[in-house]
């Protein structure tokens, strides 16, 4: 059993690829990224105006 999990690992270093990693290029690679990111941000922001919004209107209404 615990062979097979060595013999994996020695083939992933033979190819010299890490498990999971991607093929593509580095630039899309970071691109996706900045992308993610971006998405993240906006999803934080719209999540915090909404809470900002329902705790106005609750105190003042």
């Given amino acids: 059993m615990n062979n097979e999990a060595n013999d994996r690992v020695n083939e992933d270093a033979e190819s010299?690829?890490?498990?999971?990693?991607?093929?593509?290029?580095?630039?899309?690679?970071?691109?996706?990224?900045?992308?993610?990111g971006l998405v993240r941000g906006i999803a934080t922001a719209t999540g915090s105006a909404l809470i900002a919004g329902i705790m106005w209107w609750t105190r003042d209404h």
Avoid: V
Avoid at 22 to 28: E, M, N, Q, R
């Fill in 16 to 36: 010299g690829k890490r498990r999971g990693q991607d093929d593509g290029p580095t630039a899309l690679r970071l691109g996706r990224t900045a992308l993610f």
